[in-house]
């Protein structure tokens, strides 16, 4: 570096890091942004001599602190009318179910301790029963998510023999589960029976046979093979798995327990059609924490309780916590689970909410119209198979659609929202009453 170095005039470190705006990010954390901002602008200056003014650099340092601080895990406002959305966290928690996290992540608990008598507990005792009961089954075990259930389910029952599943079942849920995979991972060996379009109950019949594990049953949650098709039923199943005296699992995906929804298979039916283990998600439409449930048979179970897997596979005492309640919430058969409170909202006032908004965005510079749409339950269940509901067609005559929802994904509180048709949509199904005047403050702030 020359004495004319224009790089001289880049500011220090030090002092910039004592001109941002932290805003809540950890010391060395501002530190690192404002040192990868300057080393930037040191690598530019030395090709193109042109060194940013002081006030360019703060801007550049203050830009790069935002981006951190947006990345990190946060609370963000779901527009898009999809009520199990994956990429935002699935299902929100009921009030009974975060207060029952936040009562054994304050301090201590009985997890694995049995109080009545001073000695170890067992993690799994506290829900069980209950969950049980709610599935009609005569035992169930938690693990952390429906992929290590059946994986669980896999590894303890089929490892070294041979598992049937319809080749219209071999399923890919986002974000690589494959069922063919998960089998491969048990140490099980896929035994694939049928077509994709046609699977029948023969065809289960003529693959059973003394290297077979079990039957197991996959909902295709996320598609559907429509037209000439066919598959077996769960009665039919259990009677061959049983005639041969292996068990029928049955992955049912979305947890349905307490009322019917189109063609979603209820677990308590799946038990009593016969399917001795029944693996479904926590957090799809049973409404709870992430986790994995395998409600059926207790000597089917016991098998599962002690596979080495489980260790690495063991919920911790906030999804326990929160599962809990959240089967409390379907014992009680009460209205509280959100997931459940969104698809029974009244079109009625989904409309009136969105009117509100309509005139709310009007004075706000936009046009904005209510129009009928349709909801979607997502998370893998009911494909193509909407829910009526009252959206928000929102355009500016300055900002493109995708402008906006730019816009709305940088707001303070981040809202999703759909692009669709030149417009943006708003579904307000999914927006808890309490964020409407964040979704308002956004949409202002654009203009
Ligand atoms: C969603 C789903 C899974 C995966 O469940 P996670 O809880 O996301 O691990 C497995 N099987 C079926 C049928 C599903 O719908």
Request: hydrophobic fraction near 45%; aromatic fraction near 4%.
């Amino acid at each position: 570096m020359t004495a004319r170095d224009p790089r001289r005039s880049l500011p220090q470190v030090d002092a910039l890091v004592r001109e941002v705006a932290p805003d809540g990010l950890p010391h060395a954390v501002v530190v690192d942004a404002v040192r990868t901002v300057v080393a930037a602008a040191r690598k530019r200056a030395r090709r193109s001599h042109a060194v940013p003014s002081h006030t360019e650099m703060l801007a550049m340092a203050n830009d790069e602190l935002a981006r951190r601080r947006r990345a990190l895990l946060r609370p963000v406002i779901n527009a898009t009318g999809v009520i199990i959305h994956t990429n935002l966290g699935r299902a929100p928690l009921s009030e009974r179910a975060i207060q029952a996290v936040a009562d054994v992540a304050r301090g201590y608990s009985n997890l694995e301790w049995d109080a009545e008598h001073g000695r170890r507990g067992d993690r799994f005792a506290h829900v069980e029963p209950l969950l049980a009961m709610l599935c009609g089954a005569e035992a169930a075990l938690v693990v952390n998510n429906n992929a290590a259930a059946v994986l669980l389910v896999c590894a303890a029952l089929g490892a070294g023999k041979e598992v049937i599943v319809s080749r219209g079942e071999l399923i890919e849920i986002g974000g690589e589960f494959r069922i063919p995979d998960v089998l491969a991972q048990s140490g099980a060996t896929l035994r694939e029976v049928g077509t994709t379009n046609r699977t029948r109950a023969a065809d289960y019949e003529k693959a059973v046979g003394n290297e077979t594990a079990f039957l197991l049953k996959v909902h295709p949650s996320n598609y559907r093979v429509v037209g000439f098709t066919t598959a077996a039923s769960t009665e039919d199943l259990a009677r061959i798995a049983h005639a041969r005296k292996v068990p029928l699992v049955f992955d049912v995906g979305s947890g349905l327990v307490t009322r019917e929804l189109a063609d979603e298979p209820l677990v308590q039916r799946a038990v009593d059609d016969g399917a001795d283990l029944v693996c479904f998600s926590g957090d799809k439409l049973f409404g709870g924490p992430q986790a994995g449930v395998v409600a059926g048979k207790a000597d089917l179970i016991a098998p599962l309780r002690k596979h080495p897997l489980l260790r690495a596979l063991r919920p911790d005492k906030m999804q326990l916590a929160a599962l809990g309640a959240t089967v409390v919430e379907h014992l009680e058969r009460a209205e509280e689970v959100p997931v459940w409170r969104m698809i029974a909202a009244s079109p009625d006032d989904i409309a009136k909410r969105a009117k509100r908004l309509v005139r709310e965005l009007a004075g706000a510079g936009y046009e904005a119209e209510a129009v009928p749409g349709e909801s979607v339950t997502g998370g893998g269940s009911l494909p193509g198979e909407g829910i009526p509901t009252t959206l928000v067609r929102v355009r500016h005559a300055a900002l493109k659609p995708k402008a906006i929802a730019a816009g709305l994904r940088a707001a303070e509180v981040p809202v999703a929202v759909r692009v669709d048709d030149g417009a943006v949509i708003v579904d307000l199904r999914t927006v808890f009453t309490h964020q409407e005047k964040d979704v308002h403050q956004a949409f202002r702030s654009l203009t």
